[in-house]
């Protein structure tokens, strides 16, 4: 079983940044590919970012590529989600998972899920 908090939700204006982190339980951290999520209202949750158990492989949703960094630190068991020129289309709630498998955008893939931290970004 593997516990994941997420933290650094916030209010920004448009243009900010924010950096999210995500704490896991555990001693089998590096196994896990990671994976953020967000769920705005009204709309399905959809993949955000995904970084593979070493961190050499990333992969991105094309609306946030070249503005969000996905990256992971195994010693420390936290993965990052370093979040700039943030627009208000970027406001929703911010979700952690794990997968036992390679990064994957498809939400059914990963295993395990944190509470979610809201982003909030006005115009």
């Known amino acids: 079983q593997v516990q994941l908090v997420e933290s650094g939700g916030g209010l920004v204006q448009a243009g900010g940044s924010l950096r999210l982190s995500c704490a896991a339980s555990?001693?089998?951290?590096?196994?896990?590919?990671m994976g953020w999520f967000r769920q705005a209202p009204g709309k399905e949750r959809e993949f955000v970012a995904g970084?593979?158990?070493?961190?050499?492989?990333?992969v991105y949703a094309a609306s946030v590529k070249g503005r969000f960094t996905i990256s992971r630190d195994n010693a420390k068991n936290t993965v990052y989600l370093q979040m700039n020129s943030l627009k208000p289309e970027d406001t929703a709630v911010y979700y952690c998972?794990?997968?036992?498998?390679?990064?994957?955008?498809?939400?059914?893939?990963?295993?395990?899920w944190g509470q979610g931290t809201q982003v909030t970004v006005s115009s």
């Open positions: 970084i593979s158990g070493t961190g050499g492989t990333t």
């Open positions: 998972a794990a997968a036992r498998s390679a990064p994957t955008i498809n939400w059914s893939g990963y295993d395990y």
């Open positions: 555990g001693r089998t951290f590096s196994m896990y590919a």
